[in-house]
């Protein structure tokens, strides 16, 4: 009777914990120590009262949609996605590469690092017009056939809506400067809604790795670049 009360016991508390972690799959701290999980508490939607700096830098983005060289305002940017932040940043006169020097890696993480320096970094699941967005493991940035690249894809966030519904600009590989979905409420929803898939698939076909696929997935964390101070 004692062995079946303690396997009973042991049952109970294993299914608990997979419940528990099926609830809370995205409740632990992202990679690198990133302010990203959990998300605050009682978190609901409210409307945003923009800034006119952010206006310009997701009205202008969202311009930048099919365009096959990137131009703003004279200056040309590289076709990646570092590239298009960049430019949609430009329409508010706002350098987002003003420190770049002072890092390593690819132009992702050295972006992430000026706003990590500046305790610009944040997440919640209704982020504000012109934040920044980044992701991790979008592809195999190190080739060694695994799931463990932080700081792939960056994007800007265009509109966050009542349902989580969040929309933003990013470079696509095949297709260039397109908008796409995600809903940080529904991570693992990759049905079809009126403005396209709910949380659109951003990690590139053949990469290898059980990371999941889709942005809300792979998301790692926002960030407020129009409060830097270049």
């Excluded at 004692?2 to 109970?12: D, K, V």
């Excluded at 690249?149 to 960056?154: G, I, K, N, Q």
Aim: proline share 6%.
């Amino acid at each position: 009777m004692r062995m079946s009360l303690h396997a009973s016991s042991a049952s109970l508390i294993i299914a608990s914990l997979a419940a528990l972690m099926s609830a809370t799959c995205l409740s632990f701290p992202a990679p690198g120590g990133d302010p990203a999980y959990p998300f605050p508490d009682g978190e609901t939607w409210a409307p945003v009262a923009s800034t006119e700096v952010q206006r310009l830098i997701s009205q202008g983005g969202a311009s930048l949609v099919g365009k096959k060289t990137i131009v703003v305002n004279g200056v040309t940017y590289p076709n990646d996605c570092t590239g298009l932040v960049r430019a949609a940043y430009a329409f508010a006169a706002i350098d987002l590469a003003y420190r770049f020097d002072r890092y390593s890696g690819n132009g992702v993480r050295r972006l992430h690092e000026t706003l990590k320096d500046e305790g610009l970094l944040y997440a919640v699941r209704y982020p504000a017009p012109a934040d920044l967005v980044f992701w991790d493991n979008t592809y195999d940035a190190n080739g060694n056939g695994q799931a463990d690249d932080e700081l792939t894809h960056v994007g800007v966030v265009l509109s966050a809506e009542a349902d989580g519904s969040i929309r933003y600009l990013h470079y696509h590989v095949r297709l260039g400067p397109v908008i796409e979905g995600m809903n940080l409420t529904r991570p693992d929803d990759e049905s079809d809604g009126p403005g396209g898939r709910v949380n659109a698939f951003i990690r590139m076909r053949g990469s290898p790795g059980a990371a999941g696929g889709n942005a809300a997935q792979l998301f790692r964390v926002f960030g407020r670049g129009y409060e830097l101070k270049p």
